[in-house]
């Protein structure tokens, strides 16, 4: 491997993180959208821009009654 594709490498990889946080920041799946960017790179990332964001999903605490004592 030369030092020109470690570097694209090692960048690619980097994008791919950015992507999952991004993705974690919008209510998505942080590892589904790793991979997406690990393989298509810019689409995934495009995808994940344009897309609207996740409703986040209701605390299950907020949907227990309270106990009566």
Do not use: H
Request: aromatic residues 12%.
């Amino acid at each position: 491997m030369t030092a020109d594709q470690a570097t694209l490498t090692a960048i690619w990889f980097s994008i791919a993180l950015l992507g999952a946080g991004y993705a974690r920041s919008r209510n998505r799946s942080a590892w589904t959208w790793f991979l997406l960017t690990l393989l298509t790179g810019p689409i995934a990332l495009f995808l994940l821009v344009v897309w609207p964001a996740r409703e986040p999903k209701p605390d299950e605490r907020q949907n227990q009654q309270p106990r009566s004592r």
